[in-house]
């Protein structure tokens, strides 16, 4: 089993739809949660960042983390075409012998059509 | 500007040659490390180094190798390349090793 786990999609949505992306992931060591953007072609670019459970909002974007279910979620509001890109949850280890390791998820290719 | 960047963009070679990719910031940052995307796997964290002379191995470590001299640079190794490591590869860097991750532009190596 993947440490963290994502749905690869594809996933095509209509502009101004409400797209929803989540990860699990099993490593209780896990303690610092991002979401990246990927373009065609391009590196990764983060979005959101958060360490603790809750909701964090910015402008169109809300990352959703619950510990206690080790579920993270990615929701866009108000979707637009320029939206339409890969997404990566990311999570840090931060206990043990894996202090600072990176996972990420295999990524959801998000479509958002006019 | 602040950036990571990564040399040849680009590279075709053959089983069993030597190669190096280069990777440098200009951020000043401590973290630093390599992936490999491949279709269906996202990317895969190969190696890390959270600072000169410390390096830790990721997911993906076999066949490669890494070094950090420099707080700049994180040079990765393909001693004797396979075709198994075509892939895309990116070097990243963050100030800190939980912080955000800034990419570099990609390598697209090809081993026939």
């Known amino acids: 089993q993947k440490e963290v786990e994502q749905d690869p999609g594809p996933l095509s949505v209509p502009e101004g739809a409400i797209v929803s992306l989540n990860c699990t992931y099993s490593n209780s060591a896990f303690q610092y949660f991002m979401w990246y953007r990927q373009y065609s072609r391009k590196g990764p670019e983060l979005l959101m960042y958060?360490?603790?459970?809750g909701n964090k909002e910015d402008g169109r974007f809300t990352a959703q983390v619950d510990k206690s279910s080790k579920y993270i979620s990615l929701f866009i509001r108000d979707s637009q075409p320029s939206d339409s890109a890969t997404y990566l949850c990311a999570i840090v280890n931060a206990g043990g012998t894996s202090y600072g390791k990176l996972t990420f998820g295999q990524g959801t290719i998000l479509t958002v059509h006019p | 500007e602040a950036q990571v960047t990564q040399n040849p963009r680009y590279l075709i070679t053959v089983t069993g040659k030597k190669l190096t990719v280069t990777c440098s910031q200009n951020m000043n940052h401590e973290y630093m490390s390599w992936y490999r995307q491949d279709p269906g796997l996202g990317l895969r964290q190969i190696y890390y180094s959270m600072n000169v002379e410390v390096t830790d191995k990721g997911d993906v470590p076999e066949g490669y190798k890494v070094s950090r001299k420099e707080k700049r640079n994180f040079p990765l190794i393909l001693e004797s390349p396979s075709p198994n490591q075509t892939s895309l590869y990116f070097c990243?860097?963050?100030?800190?090793?939980?912080?955000?991750?800034?990419f570099g532009p990609g390598t697209r190596l090809t081993v026939l």
């Open positions: 990243a860097s963050s100030f800190r090793d939980h912080g955000e991750q800034f």
């Open positions: 958060t360490y603790s459970s």
